[in-house]
């Protein structure tokens, strides 16, 4: 966690002065962002929630994705990680919204990714989305790896947006 604190405090500092929020829906990361955020004194002023939707009922239940909306998408996917971005977004009414969907290993995820595959997308005034691959299969590394990615593409986006 020591790794994604710098990050944190960077995000953390640049929403609270622009007065914007962030919502998580991660999968593999298991809620290192959602803590790594949350480990910032003063979170309360940004972050509105966070969810860890690691199978299909955490998908429904969390955030009312049902089958139909993901028709023809496989998780681990960067259409997959950009809906539930924007769903999660919508629903809280943040400013932000990011997820994650990947397989930290140590074997693949069932639609076929090798271990240390993920989508990470940010949503909000633009819009990122990436695949990451580790090429390990150290399951705790990708965890880290995975949010560290996220925390960076969200500060990747918050530039961007500034120079809109």
Request: hydrophobic share 50%.
């Amino acid at each position: 966690m020591q790794d994604l604190l710098p990050r944190a405090q960077g995000l953390a500092a640049a929403l609270k002065a622009r007065r914007e929020t962030v919502v998580v829906a991660e999968s593999s990361t298991g809620g290192l962002i959602s803590a790594a955020l949350l480990a910032v004194p003063g979170a309360s002023a940004y972050f509105l929630g966070g969810a860890v939707v690691y199978t299909l009922r955490a998908r429904c239940s969390l955030l009312d994705i049902q089958d139909a909306a993901v028709a023809g998408m496989r998780g681990a996917s960067e259409p997959y990680a950009s809906l539930l971005a924007r769903v999660a977004r919508e629903r809280f009414a943040a400013s932000w919204g990011i997820a994650e969907s990947g397989a930290t290993g140590p074997t693949g995820n069932r639609y076929g990714d090798p271990p240390g595959h993920t989508c990470i997308a940010v949503c909000g005034p633009v819009q990122r989305v990436i695949t990451l691959e580790t090429g390990d299969s150290d399951r705790v590394a990708n965890m880290r790896a995975f949010a560290a990615a996220a925390l960076d593409l969200l500060a990747q986006a918050l530039v961007a947006a500034e120079q809109k």
